[in-house]
């Protein structure tokens, strides 16, 4: 089947604008990360959707950062006022409902370049 | 943010040798995952562990959840050259669906 997808694949920007990231998850995962990962580092997770809950929005490292969720579908990341030290690879993730699997499965990442 | 200590940064090896790796915290974690990651991709779900002491092979791969819930390693038998690319581990924190990701280990595997 269809596995998470992502877009756009690349994006650059200026200093200043902002940008606006998608996730398409896999057909019925209700659970739905968000993780940035600068070059030559690990994942650094940023949300965390399951289902209506409230997010876990703990790893946003500031306000320029927000993420929505239309029930268990598409997911979008907004960065607002974008900064040079934003550039990095943003990677989602979907996986099954908590208490029936907790294994996470990718998208190929969008690789966002602030100029 | 929170990151687990994940060894060997890298490593070159030969084909056909075998691979360890390994990732510690002080911290105890419900689930380990571990991924491949190859350039310009997402993560590739490898292994998952759920319980402490559990042993689980894919493969030529095999891995362990730690007695102590705080470490796991992953091995690679009989490397190949597809293997090249960069493996990290998760953690998944008690309580809470989130995961703490390893600094992860770049192999090189030389024909």
């Keep these: 089947g269809a596995g998470v997808s992502q877009s756009p694949s690349n994006k650059v920007t200026e200093k200043g604008k902002d940008v606006e990231l998608r996730c398409d998850p896999i057909s019925g995962h209700t659970a739905l990360y968000w993780y940035r990962q600068r070059l030559g580092q690990g994942l650094e997770f940023l949300i965390y959707f399951q289902g209506n809950s409230a997010p876990d929005k703990s790893g946003l490292p500031s306000d320029r950062f927000s993420a929505e969720r239309t029930g268990e579908s598409v997911s979008t990341l907004t960065i607002q006022r974008t900064q040079q030290e934003d550039s990095a690879v943003y990677l989602c993730a979907s996986s099954l409902a908590p208490g029936s699997s907790y294994e996470q499965y990718f998208g190929p990442g969008t690789r966002l370049t602030v100029t | ?111």
Excluded: H
């Design chain 2, 1 to 111: 943010g929170q990151q687990l200590n994940q060894s060997p940064q890298s490593m070159f090896i030969q084909e056909g040798e075998d691979v360890s790796m390994n990732c510690t915290s002080s911290s105890i974690f419900n689930t380990w995952l571990w991924y491949k990651q190859d350039p310009g991709e997402g993560p590739v779900l490898l292994i998952a562990l759920y319980k402490a002491g559990e042993l689980t092979s894919n493969g030529r791969l095999t891995a362990q959840f730690g007695i102590t819930r705080k470490d796991s390693f992953l091995n690679i038998s009989a490397s190949i050259p597809s293997d090249v690319g960069i493996y990290f581990c998760a953690g998944q924190l008690p309580g809470t669906y989130k995961y703490i990701f390893g600094t992860g280990t770049r192999l090189k595997v030389l024909a």
